[in-house]
């Protein structure tokens, strides 16, 4: 079975630009995740799709940031513009829904994006 | 507002010793706590839970022990091996399928 993918592995853009990042969960799960580590310090959350619906995004940083589940299936996450401070790794999660149980979340290697 | 602390940037044991990762939290709302364990250029990958109502768990060599009333949890590799050289974070949820709080991690270097 194949685990969660993400697309580009590394990206480099000038402040300014705008950049899309994609991630491909493993199939079947209906739960998907973003998060974000920036210059080594913990990871955090930025929102929460359950299918193609937005459960939470109370960790968007801000409005130049939009993220789309089309479909239910793969994700995108866009950042117009982008700032210095948007450097940083982007992992994405993805897990089932089982009551009663930890649904573990299972991670995709991440995307580096630095912003020059 | 963080909620998880990992106080611990890096730990250094000998192989076939004890590891001990602590970590912290704030949220008396965490329903369950993980590790994760994450090698470079890799995503971070699930190694135990414990839910909140329990105070051990078990799994190999990995074991998490959480003391409520202390805010505290910990996570013990007996016999550390040179494999487990790692980051690892702690994390807690207020859910099962919800939002993970992580820690800043700690990076565990096992010596021969």
């Known amino acids: 079975e194949a685990g969660v993918t993400q697309f580009p592995s590394h990206s480099v853009i000038e402040k300014g630009q705008t950049v899309t990042l994609r991630c491909d969960p493993i199939?079947?799960?209906?739960?998907l995740y973003w998060y974000r580590r920036v210059m080594g310090k913990e990871i955090k959350f930025l929102l929460h799709?359950?299918?193609?619906?937005?459960?939470?995004e109370s960790g968007m940083p801000n409005n130049r940031f939009l993220a789309e589940r089309t479909g239910g299936t793969y994700s995108t996450l866009k950042v117009q513009p982008a700032e210095l401070e948007d450097s940083g790794v982007y992992f994405c999660?993805?897990?089932?829904?089982?009551?009663?149980?930890?649904?573990?979340?299972?991670f995709g290697p991440g995307t580096r994006l630095t912003v020059l | 507002d963080q909620q998880v602390k990992q106080n611990s940037p890096s730990l250094s044991v000998q192989e076939g010793r004890i590891s001990i990762l602590n970590c912290d939290y704030t949220?008396?709302?965490?329903?369950?706590f993980l590790w994760y364990k994450k090698y470079p250029a890799e995503g971070p990958t699930f190694l135990i839970s414990?839910?909140?109502?329990?105070d051990k768990n078990e799994d190999g060599r990995f074991t998490v022990f959480l003391n409520k009333s202390a805010k505290h949890l910990s996570l013990h590799i007996v016999p550390s091996q040179p494999g487990d050289s790692a980051v690892y974070f702690c994390?807690?949820?207020?859910?099962?399928?919800?939002?993970?709080?992580f820690g800043a991690g700690t990076q565990v270097v096992v010596t021969p």
């Open positions: 999660a993805s897990s089932q829904v089982e009551v009663g149980t930890y649904n573990e979340q299972f």
């Open positions: 199939s079947g799960h209906d739960n």
């Open positions: 799709f359950v299918k193609e619906s937005k459960q939470d």
């Open positions: 949220n008396s709302m965490f329903d369950y």
């Open positions: 414990i839910s909140s109502i329990k």
């Open positions: 994390a807690g949820t207020t859910d099962s399928w919800g939002k993970l709080q």
